[in-house]
């Protein structure tokens, strides 16, 4: 049976966070390691499956999981649970088997610990565990960034290619007059690009349907 429980302590930036367990006795060392940090346990249940469907008036921003084994329907779960909810998610468990722990890294696992929870080790995992989901979060912004940059990028250069054939100009003054119509237009430079494409494709004379 869940249920919801709340640091005594108040913390600025507090780090609400789920916990999953099977196992009781270590559920309340933890609460009690955590009872007076800036990790306020918001939900406790015993199984992923109670995340999946419920309604958050806070927002979670990390799941702790002690378990015994890390099965793939367990770890399946943690998949879907980061794909609609990133954050770092940590695991205790006593499952030191390769795959199990190769699964765990690609659900988005963030602290992979066998064998090792101790109260004393609590914080300094949680730290490294947060430290190292933004990091990773970061790499895929930047990722992301790249991509797009070099998408827009492409259709910049198809239209610099479209107007110089259309103006008999220099790559530069195409470039340039590109520039000066998205800041006149208060435009991104690849969306107005994608504009002259689109536009372009319309008015290419087609072959007509039978």
């Given at each position: 049976m869940s249920t919801v429980a709340m640091n005594s302590t108040?913390?600025?930036?507090?780090?609400?966070?789920?916990v999953i367990s099977e196992q009781p006795l270590l559920t309340a060392k933890l609460s009690a390691a955590l009872a007076t940090t800036e990790y306020k346990i918001i939900?406790?249940?015993?199984?992923?499956?109670?995340?999946?469907?419920?309604?958050?008036?806070?927002?979670p921003q990390l799941i702790i999981a002690i378990m015994d084994t890390s099965d793939n329907?367990?770890?399946?779960?943690?998949?879907?649970?980061?794909?609609?909810?990133?954050?770092?998610?940590?695991?205790f468990t006593h499952d030191d088997r390769d795959d199990a722990i190769e699964q765990a890294i690609e659900a988005g696992v963030s602290a992979y610990i066998v064998d090792g929870f101790r109260e004393d080790r609590v914080q300094p995992i949680l730290r490294t565990a947060l430290l190292r989901f933004k990091q990773y979060q970061s790499m895929k912004t930047q990722l992301k960034d790249l991509k797009t940059?070099?998408?827009?990028?492409?259709?910049?250069?198809?239209?610099?290619?479209?107007i110089m054939e259309q103006r008999q100009c220099t790559e530069d003054e195409a470039y340039r007059l590109l520039r000066s119509s998205a800041m006149n237009q208060n435009m991104r430079l690849a969306?107005?690009?994608?504009?002259?494409?689109?536009?372009?494709?319309?008015l290419e004379p087609k072959k007509r349907c039978n």
């Open positions: 108040t913390i600025d930036n507090v780090i609400n966070t789920i939900f406790e249940g015993s199984t992923l499956q109670q995340l999946l469907s419920l309604k958050w008036s806070e927002e329907q367990v770890l399946s779960k943690f998949k879907v649970i980061n794909e609609q909810f990133p954050m770092p998610i940590v695991i940059s070099l998408a827009d990028r492409k259709v910049i250069d198809r239209a610099k290619g479209l969306q107005l690009a994608q504009n002259i494409l689109a536009t372009a494709n319309l």
